[in-house]
């Protein structure tokens, strides 16, 4: 009985408790091959990551641009209900409580996606205009290259 399941197993390259015999002419993977595979998958998911990881940050300054923009939209609107912008001194805190019994311009102190608090100056230090919106960027100084501008 056991010889007769041993040939059915052997006529489809199965031995009884062990693993599948090998075909003539083929071979297993070697340790070294192995290994090289690994380190290629290794390499390739270090270059996925850091690729996604530069979309991630990319998104993030996206987003601090356009909340720079809502800023700079919020603060023109400040300037058609009171007549003018909010001085240096009034800050981005005249958007919450503007005068007059004004509704809020915006709803809570806008932050860029880094956290930061969006620096307003007026009269703007550039020159580009009557005011300055700036996020301090990824470092959270002020005056370094990351720095982003409204447009």
Known sequence: MRAQLNRRLARHGLRHGRRPALRAGERGM???????VIAILGL??????????????????????????SVQQALHQYNVNV??????GEGLRALLNPPDGLRPMVESM??????????????????????????????????????????
């Open 30 to 36: 070697t340790l070294l091959e192995i290994m090289i």
């Open 83 to 88: 007549g003018e912008y909010p001085t240096q």
């Open 44 to 69: 390739l998911a270090s270059v996925i990551v850091v690729a996604v990881m530069n979309q991630f940050e990319n998104a993030k300054i996206q987003a601090s641009k356009i909340t720079l923009k």
């Open 110 to 151: 806008p932050k860029d996606s880094w956290g930061n608090e969006i620096l307003y100056f007026n009269p703007a230090r550039t020159g580009t205009g009557p005011f300055e919106v700036v996020s301090k960027g990824k470092d959270g100084q002020e005056g370094t290259e990351d720095d982003l501008r409204a447009k």
